[in-house]
């Protein structure tokens, strides 16, 4: 197998939109190099795992983005997938009560990183008993196929995957440096603002990613004592940059804009609809992703 060349690289950037003076957006999302484009070869539900390989028989196509089955809950579990390791962690042995956070039966675990052409996802990788062994096989650079498990619930919260085979190296993806991020961010709107001027709720304004956090799913007990909108699904913390400073929010996501949560990362301007003052995530201002 031909690996060295053979993963798309391209990085992604978030299209902001144009704001008016009352805060509206007209924003410019689905054109190439946006999430939902770039990401769309791997989530057809008739075949949800795999990224199509280019022209050559032997391209191993692109690795998959592990983030997805959290802005896509249930498509893609139990599924078979292509995780190309950025990171692994050391193996560690599963027993008693660590135990207990597995469906399956596990015998070892170990944290690791997969890199796709969308961005990396973080991921726990366990090891049935019968190839408890294989753990060795996981390292930089090499592509493994994981099943997906479930989507959150490992250590740190991770999807759980579990490993199926190990298949080859990429020397390319080996030397992969991180991704770089920039060092300047631009200034956005100060959602401080909101606390003295309540009109301000429910406009649409520009937050200036200066940091954006790992995205979660929405479940039923995280809504409780949270001023969340009604129907959303997915939620990720980040701090908006403005001229006096930056400030955090509890940025949420309806299912329909959910794959736009892939391309949030610092350096990215993004059109947020302002909920509330407070009553997110550690009591922060709640802010709607306000794209297309």
């Known amino acids: 197998m031909r690996w060295a060349g053979l993963l798309p ?11 008016d003076g009352r ?12 999430p939902e484009v770039e ?3 791997s989530i057809q539900p008739e075949q949800p795992a795999v990224q199509p390989a280019g022209s050559m028989a032997d391209d191993p196509g692109a ?11 249930g498509v893609h579990l139990r599924t078979v997938q292509a995780c190309d390791v950025m990171f692994s962690g050391r193996p560690e042995a599963v027993e008693g009560a660590d135990a207990e ?17 969308t961005g990396e996802g973080w991921a726990d990788l366990v090891f049935a008993r019968a190839n408890a062994a294989d753990v060795s ?32 190296d990429n020397p390319e993806l080996a030397r992969l440096a991180p991704r770089a991020q920039p060092l300047n961010v631009p200034n956005g709107f100060d959602l401080s603002a909101a606390g003295d001027d309540p009109a301000l709720i429910g406009s649409v304004q520009p937050c200036a990613v200066a940091f954006s956090d790992e995205i979660h799913i929405v479940e039923a007990n ?16 980040v701090r908006c940059k403005h001229a006096s400073g930056e400030e955090p929010a509890d940025l949420v996501f309806m299912p329909a804009q959910a794959l736009a949560a892939l391309g949030v990362r610092r350096g990215e301007v993004i059109p947020v609809r302002i909920i509330s003052r407070n009553g997110g995530a550690v009591d922060y201002p709640i802010v709607q992703f306000a794209g297309q």
């Open 9 to 19: 690289l391209a990085s992604l950037a978030l299209a902001a939109g144009c704001f």
């Open 39 to 41: 990401s769309r070869r």
């Open 137 to 168: 096989q996981v390292r930089r650079g090499r592509r493994v196929r994981v099943r997906i498990l479930k989507a959150d619930g490992g250590y740190f919260d991770y999807p759980v995957v579990q490993f199926i085979s190990a298949e080859g």
């Open 23 to 34: 805060g509206s957006a007209e924003g410019a999302y689905g054109r190439p190099g946006d």
């Open 63 to 73: 690795g998959f983005d592990i983030r997805l089955v959290r802005v896509q809950p």
């Open 101 to 117: 956070r597995y469906d399956t039966d596990v015998a070892q675990r170990m944290a690791i990183k997969c890199h796709a052409p």
């Open 222 to 237: 995280d809504r409780q004592g949270r001023s969340y909108p009604t129907g959303v699904q997915n939620r990720m913390s």
